[in-house]
């Protein structure tokens, strides 16, 4: 593939014509559509509330400040909002790869008498549900309204995760190594512990991050589950409300020109649930595209 | 050893003609801790995906707290007639099919253009920058990115309505008029989806045989008659995939999109059908009502995915299912 690129370069090197001026253009256009608005946002965080009531902020901090960020981080519920998606992040992260592993190793074996039974017990949740309330009555029934389980154990099972581990550990564990194993003597807890787990750490490390940057984004089922407590809420939920807040007062505007600007307040609050994201996100981009690509082959 | 082998050959000789007498008992024994893995991601199936089926019961019962699940009255289809006649409902089914169908005109096309786009680039650091920066908005939550659009499109206070104050233009409502809504909706829809999708197309497109180009040069192609004749129909078959994957998706609704996007001033494309189902449902407590919404819903989808696959198969792909 890599040669074939050169060849080509050297077909194409001579001619630099004006569709190569457009194309890296607009994509140029493109990527600074997709930087610019962070930007603001962060310039913004950054600026003196006079600034920002003027309107004059737009990709440049006016008057640089920190204030925002240290009211953020002097208010406790913020802080605490960090702390439960963490927690809920990490728990739900591991407690989801265990229950993924649990399922594709068995179902990627061959040999298992109701394989494709069992396969589609678990692929039919793909295509229908209970849905929104007959979830919402279970979680009731349960006892788990309010309460951080609401939002760690329903979705820990993914179907679609199954299916890229199912994919990768039956292309990547070939049967014949598992066989060999066997005649060894090792039962099927052994190989999984000594053999395919230790042999899938790339697919593990894309699936994990598959569950915790979806986990960390989600809010549907904490907006749905956690109502009253609201000590539970996780930030992007807190940060929901801010919004809302942002939403209600349009109507307000012009009365609420004279008090202290909130604009700074919630751009600051933006940049401070985004950094997290953004911090990993150079080092968890390419697992990320090889798990696109792996469920891309059987889906 | 040998035995082993022998009795494995065996056993798919049997099976090939269909004489496989071996009972269970025979497999639970030889993979026993197969199965004991199993029933870990089994039960979690069985609690929370397959277990709140049964409380779509609810759909075609009279549900009363004070009588309980159990106690309420059956209803019949008393409900779905009841939905069906509420103004709301069309709505909601209206705008999530307009929704969904215009997202596949422009967030579905926006990538593959994108992707011939970044084919036609040199200098791998440009397109690794590019790429960067063009997969970001696809790691961010739906609340972010509505925060974002707040802070950006704002009538009063929007960092580019006050750009075009500036340039002496008028402020645009872009999120507090229906239309604009609707247009601003999409618009950021494509943004945060054009770079994500454009991986799968940049892989099918890297799979090419490179001999092909260079044939098409000799035959004297220039650049577009390349893309033309060469790389488009190489990812047809990848871009029907995801269409007709796409299609199967169209009576879905992200609830997050549209709830993050959303402000008491357009109401007009706001409601679509998870939207209604939470309103009738956790805000109201109308769970009957919200329940039959969702299982209409759920029906449809299940239909069209089936539909897509059987379309995806007649057309020789390999199918979704």
Redesign the interface.
Known sequence: ?KT??S???V??KRRFDI??VL??L???I??????L??L??VS?SLSEDAF?IA????IWPEGFTLGAYEKIFADDSIIRSLYVSVLVTVLFTVLGM???I??A???S?K????RTV?TF???F?L????????????INNLGMLDTIWSII?????SAFN?LIMKTALSSSIPDSLEESAR?DGA???RI?VSIVIPLSKPIIATLSLFYA?GR?????DA??YIKQNVDLRPL??K??Y??IQ???S??L?STQVSLSNP?VL??S??VF??LP?ICV??FI?KY??QG??LG?V?? | ?KI?SASRQNETALKNIGLDRRG?IH?LR??W???L??M???A??L??????????I?AFKNYKIAKG?WGSEWAGFEIFREIFAKHDFGRAVRNTIMLNGLDLLFSFTMPIV?AL??N???SVR?KR??Q??????H??????I???A???L????G?IN??I?MMGGDRIPFL?EDTHWLISYLAIGV?QS???GT??YL?SI?SIN?EM??AA?VDGAG?WRKVWNVTLPSIRVTIV?LLI?NLGKVMEGS??RV??L????TTEYTVTI?VL??RW??ESGN?SR??AL??F??VI??VL??AADRIAKKLGE?G??
């Not at chain 1, 295509?127 to 279970?138: A, Q, R, T």
């Not at chain 2, 609690?47 to 779509?56: C, T």
């Not at chain 2, 790691?139 to 972010?144: D, E, N, T, Y």
């Not at chain 2, 959303?262 to 001033?265: F, G, I, V």
């Open positions: 593939m074939s690129g060849t080509l370069a077909y194409r569709w190569d194309i890296h607009s994509l140029l493109a990527s600074l559509a997709c930087l608005p962070f603001h946002v913004k920002v309107n004059k902020v737009f265990i229950i993924t649990c399922a190793y068995p179902l074996r040999q298992l008498k109701g069992l017990i678990f692929m949740t295509y229908f549900s209970g849905g929104i309330i007959p979830e919402y009555m279970l154990l329903p979705p820990a099972f199954l005649i039962g099927h807890f999984l940057v960390w984004n989600t809010y549907q907006l749905f992007q939920l940060l929901y801010l919004v942002a939403s209600e349009f109507q505007e604009e919630k751009a609050c933006v649930a985004t994201i996100y150079p981009q990320f595209v696109v690509m891309a059987k889906e | 050893m082993e269970m497999y030889r993979d801790q197969l199965y893995l199993l870990i991601p089994l979690f199936v609690v929370f995906k397959y277990a709140p089926m049964s409380g779509l609810l699940f994108l786009l970044l036609e680039i040199r440009f920058i590019n960067t920066l063009l997969y970001l908005p790691f961010l939550s739906w609340i972010i509505g925060a974002i707040y802070q950006l704002s009538e009063s206070n960092a006050n750009l104050a507090q943004w054009m770079g994500w991986i799968i892989a890297s490179p180009y260079e040069i650049r995939t994957m609830f997050e709830f993050a959303q402000n008491k001033a998870p189902v939470y449902g956790i769970f919200a329940t969702g299982l819903q759920a989808g299940l995915v089936l390999d979704l299912l």
